[in-house]
């Protein structure tokens, strides 16, 4: 793809909320769609909360949570307002198919680590579902190693959320090699695979398949702890339900992503930098700007 054909986006704090939507006065909590997060397993719970964390932190009103059943009562606790479906060891699928005829978005892979039927779940998602999808964590490594993307049947708009380890697993290129130019790379990739490419860093860089692509500015080394990548994981999936277009809906997420963290650095510390505050400060910013 010559670089001529490459289109940039721009994204800042003033358009974020200017083309950020508003809820109508005759909104109900399914109005705005339903969103499937499927995440967490065994010792990896976190990950589930913080995708719903992120999901929370941008308003989604209608939360759809698959979990496996043993980590079940320990986001219940922890979010009240979601809709759980705990899943059985062996039901995965059974599970989440008629969940996917109920949302507007999902995502599938955070915690994932020891989730049974993982490689189901996935064939599942990239075959039946006629949503958006983002793919993060275990999904990736799912892909790497059995490339299921190129197979796909459904899924029209797939978002993949690597960090640096994880693409290089999945383009098979060295550390070097990607180093010399990430963004050709995943720009490349992402034409290739017919898929969104958000390529986590202290520079994020999203890339479309129709030749758009995002530099991000936003963020600070505050984000760079465990759980981050769930939160914005989270945050993707819940644009997806507010924004037509997935690639802008990748880029505000990840754009707002680092400038709650910019946001928070006001007030707390780059060591110990808070993730549970996501939503505290982005409801902050909600009220300045009228929503």
Do not use: W
Request: aromatic content about 6%.
């Amino acid at each position: 793809m010559p670089d001529t054909q490459l289109q940039r986006f721009e994204m800042d704090e003033k358009r974020f909320f200017a083309e950020f939507p508003k809820k109508k006065k005759d909104a109900f909590k399914g109005s705005e769609g339903k969103l499937l997060l499927i995440a967490g397993s065994r010792g990896m719970a976190g990950a589930a909360c913080l995708n719903i964390l992120g999901a929370k932190t941008l308003g989604a009103s209608y939360i759809l949570t698959a979990l496996p059943e043993e980590i079940y009562p320990i986001a219940a606790a922890r979010f009240l307002t979601p809709v759980y479906h705990p899943m059985c060891r062996g039901e995965e699928v059974v599970t989440i198919r008629p969940l996917l005829r109920e949302v507007r978005a999902a995502a599938f892979g955070s915690g994932a680590v020891h989730l049974a039927n993982k490689k189901e779940v996935l064939a599942l998602l990239l075959s039946d579902s006629q949503v958006p999808l983002v793919l993060d964590a275990e999904s990736l490594r799912i892909l790497a190693d059995e490339d299921t993307l190129a197979v796909r049947t459904g899924a029209p708009d797939v978002i993949l959320t690597p960090h640096i380890g994880e693409f290089r697993a999945l383009t098979g290129l060295s550390a070097e090699e990607l180093r010399r130019d990430p963004s050709r790379i995943c720009a490349d990739y992402a034409e290739k695979n017919r898929a969104i490419v958000v390529l986590k860093g202290p520079r994020t860089i999203v890339a479309s398949p129709d030749g758009r692509i995002y530099f991000n500015a936003s963020g600070n080394e505050a984000l760079a702890q465990a759980g981050s990548g769930d939160v914005l994981t989270g945050m993707i999936a819940a644009m997806l339900t507010l924004e037509n277009d997935p690639f802008a809906a990748a880029c505000r997420a990840v754009f707002m992503h680092g400038h709650i963290a910019d946001e928070g650095r006001k007030t707390y510390s780059c060591r110990n930098f808070p993730l549970e505050k996501f939503p505290e400060i982005m409801d902050r910013m909600f009220l300045e700007h009228g929503l």
